[in-house]
C-alpha cells in the first residue's frame, strides 16, 4: 500500500502570492492533519481534518486554511506569503491517534 | 496552554554508548508518542504509551511514560550509526492537537 504522498515536493514562492499544497492519505485513513516545520524545530499543528470537518486548529493566523474532499484527500492553502513562511510543510494522515507522515513539501518564500 | 519541553537539545555520543531523551509536559497527557526523522526526511512514527508508568521495549530502544502521566523518556542502549537523527516526543493537547517537543538530535561518532 502506497504510504502518505504529498505535492510539489518543492515550492518556490514570492512574498505576498498564495500557494496551495497537496496531500493523498493512506487508503482507508480518514483523518488528516497538517504541520508546519521550521529547520531545527519540531512540528507545529495547523490543522486536522476528519470526515471533511475541521477537527482541530492551532495558532496560525486567518491566512492559513485547508479543506478535506470526499476522498479524504486535503489542501492547505496559504494566503499573503510571508518569509517566514518558509519551512517544511508535513501532512499526517491517522487511524486512531498513531499518526503517518508524508514526506511534506518544503516552501521556500523569497 | 500545554507545553512539550524536551532536553537534551543535542547530543553527541561514541558508537556504543547510550543515549537518552526526556520530554517534560506541563499538563496531564492522555498519550505519548515517540519519533525519529532522519536528516532531510519526515517523522516516522515509533511508539506510543499510554498507561501511567508504562515502559515498552523495541530492541535497543526503551520507552517511559511517568507515573503521573507528565514525563516520558527514551533511552537507547549502545548506539548504533543507524541511531542517527532527531528523536521528537509528542502528546495531544487540549485542542486535539498534537503537541511536539523540539525534539533531541542525536549524533553518533563511529
Known amino acids: 500500500d502506497a504510504g502518505v504522498t504529498q505535492s510539489p515536493t518543492h515550492l518556490i514562492k514570492t512574498r505576498g502570492q498564495h500557494v496551495t499544497l497537496r496531500c493523498s492519505p493512506i487508503?482507508?485513513?480518514?483523518?488528516v492533519s497538517w504541520y508546519q516545520q521550521v529547520l531545527g524545530q519540531g512540528p507545529q499543528f495547523i490543522f486536522q481534518?476528519?470526515?471533511?470537518?475541521?477537527?482541530g486548529r492551532g495558532n496560525f493566523p486567518d491566512r492559513f486554511s485547508a479543506r478535506q474532499f470526499p476522498n479524504y484527500s486535503s489542501e492547505l492553502n496559504v494566503n499573503a506569503l510571508l518569509l517566514g513562511d518558509s519551512a517544511l510543510y508535513l501532512c499526517?494522515?491517522?487511524?486512531?491517534?498513531?499518526?503517518?507522515f508524508g514526506p511534506g513539501t518544503r516552501l521556500l518564500v523569497l | 496552554g500545554q507545553q512539550v519541553m524536551q532536553i537534551p537539545q543535542y547530543q553527541h555520543v561514541q558508537e556504543g554508548e547510550d543515549f537518552t531523551t526526556y520530554c517534560n509536559s506541563s499538563?496531564?497527557?492522555?498519550?505519548i508518542q515517540w519519533y525519529k526523522q532522519r536528516p532531510g526526511g519526515h517523522p516516522v512514527f515509533l511508539i506510543q504509551?499510554?498507561?501511567?508508568?508504562e515502559v515498552k521495549k523495541q530492541k535497543r530502544l526503551t520507552f517511559q511514560f511517568g507515573e503521573a502521566k507528565k514525563n516520558s523518556s527514551l533511552h537507547i542502549t549502545a548506539t548504533q550509526t543507524t541511531d542517527v537523527g532527531t528523536y521528537f516526543c509528542?502528546?495531544?493537547?487540549?485542542?486535539?492537537?498534537?503537541?511536539f517537543g523540539a525534539g533531541t538530535r542525536l549524533t553518533v561518532k563511529p
Open positions: 499526517a494522515s491517522s487511524q486512531g491517534r498513531t499518526q503517518y
Open positions: 487508503s482507508g485513513h480518514k483523518s
Open positions: 481534518y476528519y470526515e471533511k470537518e475541521e477537527r
Open positions: 499538563t496531564t497527557l492522555s498519550n
Open positions: 504509551l499510554v498507561k501511567s508508568g
Open positions: 509528542a502528546g495531544h493537547g487540549d485542542n486535539n492537537d498534537m503537541r
